[in-house]
């Protein structure tokens, strides 16, 4: 068998289970908003309700911030279809909101890696041109893309870089390919 066909379909490799792979990313857009909820904890009344405006703006959920992120957190989990678009705007509003709060947003790795993954192929061209050629690690969490030489990085910091929040890039890594 040629080298190539282990990578096309029905090539008999194992697959795990799948049945939660899906292109609807409404459950990951809520655990973002809940996730800034989190982080508005701390803050006192008037600033949060500032802040979770600029949030809902920056993440472009077309909603009304009066209700409160938890009800905004609801209504998405049972509302319309979001893409990985949506998932970016909101993982990029919570970042920000993070650097108001000074707190550090928890995000499944799931989200990072998907966030990571479009921003490497569909973000900014300097970013991507970075990242060209290369496998991208996340040090802190269990996922990697790509092929060529390791850049790692912690997995917020890998998703700030290809949202062009911060300038620092992955490394280059000595963990195999």
Do not use: C
Request: glycine content about 10%.
């Amino acid at each position: 068998m040629a080298d190539f066909a282990r990578f096309l379909p029905l090539n008999g490799r194992p697959h795990g289970d799948e049945t939660d792979v899906t292109s609807d990313r409404r459950v990951a857009v809520a655990q973002v908003i809940d996730e800034a909820q989190r982080l508005l904890g701390g803050v006192d009344a008037e600033r949060a309700g500032r802040l979770a405006a600029d949030f809902v703006r920056a993440a472009r959920l077309d909603a009304d911030p009066v209700d409160g992120l938890p009800a905004l957190s609801a209504s998405v989990r049972t509302g319309k279809r979001r893409s990985i678009r949506s998932l970016v705007h909101a993982t990029r509003a919570l970042l920000v909101l993070a650097a108001e709060t000074g707190g550090t947003p928890r995000l499944h790795a799931a989200i990072t890696g998907a966030v990571a993954l479009w921003g490497a192929t569909s973000g900014p061209f300097d970013r991507r041109a970075v990242l060209k050629g290369h496998t991208i690690a996340a040090t802190d969490e269990e996922w990697s893309f790509g092929r060529g030489p390791v850049l790692a990085g912690p997995a917020l910091g890998i998703v700030a870089f290809v949202l062009a929040l911060s300038d620092q890039p992955p490394v280059a890594s000595t963990l195999e390919a």
